[in-house]
């Protein structure tokens, strides 16, 4: 069982920066490959960004490619989301996600997801 926890959501004028955070409570956590998704409201889940489990590939959505970052600690257990030149339209609800399959941007292969955390960019 994977439980994870995400941080470091909030309120940014657009332009603005934010980096969120998500704790994973499992021992093997190198073995997970790790995702960001968002939601909006009314609106279908969509994937943001996904790590392998060394770090050494990644992959994102065309519409955060170049401004996001995403990155991962194993020996901390996090993996974190730096949103810079963030735009209202990336306002949503962000969900970490853990998977067992290779650097995947499907949910229907994660199987473990956080609780999400807010974020919203005014214009």
């Known amino acids: 069982q994977v439980q994870l926890v995400e941080s470091g959501g909030g309120l940014v004028q657009a332009g603005g920066s934010l980096r969120l955070s998500c704790a994973a409570s499992v021992r093997t956590f190198s073995r997970y490959d790790m995702a960001w998704f968002r939601q909006v409201p009314g609106k279908e889940r969509e994937f943001v960004a996904t790590i392998g489990w060394s770090g050494g590939r990644t992959y994102y959505a065309d519409v955060v490619k170049g401004r996001f970052t995403i990155s991962r600690d194993n020996a901390k257990n996090t993996v974190a989301l730096q949103m810079n030149s963030l735009k209202p339209e990336d306002t949503a609800v962000y969900y970490c996600?853990?998977?067992?399959?290779?650097?995947?941007?499907?949910?229907?292969?994660?199987?473990?997801w956080g609780q999400g955390t807010q974020v919203t960019v005014s214009s």
């Open positions: 996600a853990a998977s067992r399959a290779p650097v995947t941007p499907w949910q229907k292969d994660y199987d473990y």
